[in-house]
């Protein structure tokens, strides 16, 4: 399978706790994404790379949220100190494309995290 | 200020029951405008990219169609598999950058 993969699909946490997703783009593509979306939303923008650079980090994401792509290949998405407003569904996407150039993105299936 | 909207938030259609998904955007300098399907617990795939005020797409039951100020998503005699989510989303200029905004999307349910 050479489509976006992400891990772990869900993730149950008790709050306060450190919480790290992976997501393993296609292999060709350069550019990755990180979003949050909850229930009768769209995808909410967290950040991306543009390979191993980060080069856009949402204003609404809190110091909370840190993200890396070591290398320009996977990355992941770290959360401190989970709150129960994090409960969403974390989607990873991955394109191929230029510096600030928007071209179709392709979707892992989620990260479905719920804070209790 | 840049906006993109969808329209219905739900719709509900029998089989075979043609209808039109529209999104509408605010924004100046137009990149693209993509639409995607999104199932239930799961992450938005792919149908299409429009570039340019005229321009239409085909794939299967659906069509998508794009003017300067909106883009319809037609579905022609849909059956219960085509029921999902349809977001759209718009790539613009803003300034010296360039911007993506999603929108909301329309839940559509196909009744058998």
């Known amino acids: 399978d050479t489509g976006v993969s992400q891990d772990p699909r869900h993730k149950i946490t008790k709050r306060g706790q450190n919480v790290t997703f992976r997501c393993d783009p296609i292999s060709e593509h350069n550019r990755l994404y990180w979003y949050r979306q909850t229930l009768g939303q769209g995808p909410e923008f967290l950040t991306y790379f543009q390979n191993e650079a980060q080069l856009e980090k949402s204003r609404l994401l809190s110091d909370r949220f840190s993200a890396e792509r070591p290398k320009g290949s996977f990355s992941t998405l770290e959360i401190q100190r989970t709150e129960q407003g994090d409960s969403a569904m974390y989607l990873c996407?991955?394109?191929?494309?230029?510096?600030?150039?928007?071209?179709?993105?392709?979707f892992g299936p989620g990260t479905r995290l719920t804070v209790l | 200020e840049d906006q993109v909207t969808q329209s219905p938030e739900a719709l509900r259609l029998q089989e075979g029951e043609s209808s039109s998904l529209n999104c509408s955007y605010t924004?100046?300098?137009?990149?693209?405008l993509f639409w995607y399907r999104q199932d239930p617990g799961k992450g938005p795939e792919f149908l299409f990219t429009l570039y340019s005020a005229g321009e239409e797409k085909e794939k299967e039951r659906l069509k998508a169609t794009l003017t300067k100020k909106e883009s319809f998503l037609h579905i022609t005699a849909p059956k219960p598999e085509d029921s999902a989510t349809y977001l759209c989303a718009v790539h613009f200029y803003a300034g010296n950058n360039r911007k993506l905004i999603w929108g909301l999307g329309t839940s559509l349910a196909v009744n058998p």
């Open positions: 996407a991955s394109s191929a494309g230029a510096v600030l150039s928007y071209n179709e993105q392709f």
């Open positions: 924004v100046s300098g137009l990149r693209g």
